[in-house]
């Protein structure tokens, strides 16, 4: 045992407790898109981003359960080697179609892809410019790749402008990347005006639709949101409205090619499982049979916003900003009293002084949920 480790990690804990900034695991049955049981009680769940219902879907888990009696349950390798599974590819035909993009690379994780695409075309030397409040993986996947990071202010089109025309130059690769909807904030970023200032200063432009995909936009229409941006690395998962694991990066076909065989959390990791590739192009089939599932979590969220006088919902996700982390976790507390899930967000994971409520609607939330849990929140606005 090293003691001094366990020391460390100790003091390191009671700092955050003392802050109200310890985070703990909390067992959770997911008992459908919406129910779950968590300490013993049945409670609907605001905190899930399984946006369509579909990780619970007939269809998505027969596939699933086909591909594992197929194929068993396991990739068996890194993809060069023996893990590229069939199912792979036409899961990546699937998803470049629907980002209109001529190909495609599957991911483990939405974390891996931004960690590992990033040092692929970047290096010492290089420029990433960034979201200031661009995801976690984002911000990993620009340090390792030792080139030069600098933040722009929020969705600030004219901050990164002046970023872009100070720092670009000397015959350096530059790459602009952000979101297209903030997993904390549920806004969306003005890509069109980005694309165009991508253009102009010979930058490439990334962007993580994670949040939005299947989402913003409706139905098999949501991949092509922005039709007039012009996206070099478009970004996504199939763990929020897909409904399974896993993560995907649209481009060209020479720029997935040499993705394929040059980025490490590609060329140094197991193939994702057969049944999560069946799961995610099963529900693709299904989001593009009924538009009107894909339509309804945006729908949820601006009813809510309606009935508590906020600014109408760009996206599923809606944060009720109480400020220091104590209310964020006293509000979550009486909101699960009160059978509704929507589990505090706190620093690190958002900036000091706005510790939120993250709600995030789903396809499956029914109308008097969604009233009800306006209801629940009023009090907390107020305050």
């Given amino acids: 045992m090293n003691d001094t480790l366990t020391d460390f990690a100790q003091a390191k804990i009671e700092t955050l407790q003392a802050a109200s900034l310890k985070r703990s695991l909390a067992p959770t049955h997911r008992l459908d898109g919406v129910w779950v049981e968590r300490g013993g009680r049945r409670l609907i769940s605001f905190s899930c981003n399984d946006y369509l219902g579909l990780s619970h879907h007939p269809k998505v888990k027969a596939a699933a359960i086909r591909a594992i009696e197929t194929h068993g349950t396991g990739a068996g390798a890194s993809r060069l080697i023996t893990g590229d599974h069939p199912l792979f590819a036409e899961l990546e035909s699937k998803l470049a179609a ?19 695409v990033i040092p692929t075309f970047l290096g010492p030397g290089d420029l990433v410019v960034l979201d200031e409040l661009a995801h976690a993986c984002i911000w990993a996947g620009a340090r390792l790749a030792g080139a030069a990071v600098i933040a722009f202010r929020h969705n600030d089109v004219a901050d990164l402008a ?9 015959g350096r690769r530059a790459l602009v990347a952000t979101e297209g909807v903030f997993s904390m904030d549920g806004d969306l970023a003005p890509l069109h005006e980005i694309s165009r200032l991508c253009r102009a200063h010979d930058a490439w432009l990334l962007v993580d639709d994670a949040h939005g995909l ?42 997935i090619d040499f993705i394929k065989t040059r980025t490490r959390t590609v060329v140094y990791s197991t193939g994702l499982p057969p049944a999560n590739a069946a799961a995610a192009i099963a529900a693709l089939e299904v989001i593009e049979a009924e538009p009107e599932r894909a339509a309804a979590p945006l729908a949820k969220a601006r009813a809510f ?54 709600i995030a609607f789903s396809a499956l939330h029914p109308d008097w949920a969604v009233e009800r849990l306006a209801e629940a929140v009023r009090p907390w606005l107020r305050r």
Avoid: M
């Fill in 305 to 358: 916003c309606a009935a508590l006088g906020l600014p109408d919902a760009q996206s599923a996700v809606v944060p009720i900003i109480l400020g220091e982390a104590q209310a964020a976790l006293a509000a979550a507390a009486a909101l699960e009293e009160a059978g509704l899930l929507a589990v505090p967000i706190r620093p690190p994971t958002v900036p000091d002084g706005t510790a939120r409520l993250r």
């Fill in 214 to 255: 299947g989402v913003v936009g409706g139905g098999l229409g949501a991949g092509r949101v922005f039709p007039e941006a012009h996206i070099d690395l478009a970004v996504g998962t199939l763990s929020k409205a897909i409904g399974g694991y896993g993560a995907y990066v649209c481009g060209t076909g020479p720029v």
């Fill in 98 to 116: 629907w980002k209109g993009a001529e190909a495609a690379c599957v991911f483990g994780s939405g974390y891996l892809a931004n960690a590992g």
């Fill in 162 to 170: 002046a970023k872009l025309a100070e720092s670009r130059g000397g």
